[in-house]
């Protein structure tokens, strides 16, 4: 037959328990609203594409846009500088792609870029730089024409993020 003293411990184990389980579902109460928020559903992460038009950008002009916090550079490239991406030999590259990669076929003249340097995520300077695309001044990174990595301590040629034409002047990123 148990006696008092082993029953206590059984009592104080299910005291234990019982307020642990209360604990755990109060936290989780004040936890998931924070939770929900980090989880956008569709539809929110749908507003996060953003249409842009194309039709203001000159040959040889670029323009800076933000998409979700980003900086983004939408090139209207000139032939020299389609011909000069073209030539480079892939063994040429840090990061080998070739120019077709990183533009969408029939919209070649178009160059569209994350604003950061692949290095620390400084933003580069256009038309400058060793290879006549561009310079990042933080710690001197050039990328050519094509967007592509050819000197420099950044590793990675600069992030073409998801995009589609949805005619020749309008482009949707995202
Ligand atoms: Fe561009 Fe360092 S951040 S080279």
Redesign the pocket.
């Known amino acids: 037959m148990a006696t008092q003293s082993e029953k206590e411990p059984n009592r104080r184990d299910f005291l234990y328990v019982a307020t642990g389980a209360v604990g755990a579902v109060g936290a989780a109460a004040v936890a998931w609203p924070l939770i929900d928020q980090m989880n956008p559903d569709a539809s929110v992460l749908a507003l996060a594409s953003i249409e842009f038009d194309l039709s203001s950008v000159e040959v040889g002009q670029s323009v800076t846009i933000k998409w979700r916090g980003f900086p983004v550079f939408v090139r209207h490239r000139t032939e020299a500088e389609i011909e000069e991406a073209r030539a480079v030999p892939l063994d040429a590259l840090k990061d080998p792609e070739t120019d077709a990669q990183r533009v969408k076929e029939g919209h070649e003249e178009w160059l569209i870029m994350i604003a950061n340097?692949t290095?620390?995520?400084?933003v580069?300077v256009g038309e400058s730089g060793e290879y006549d695309g561009w310079f990042?001044p933080?710690?001197?990174?050039h990328y050519d024409t094509a967007g592509r990595i050819r000197k420099?301590?950044?590793p990675k040629n600069l992030v073409v993020p998801e995009y589609e034409f949805l005619s020749d002047t309008v482009v949707q990123i995202g």
Do not use: D, I, K, R
């Open positions: 340097c290095h620390l995520g400084c580069p990042c933080c710690h001197g990174s420099g301590p950044a």
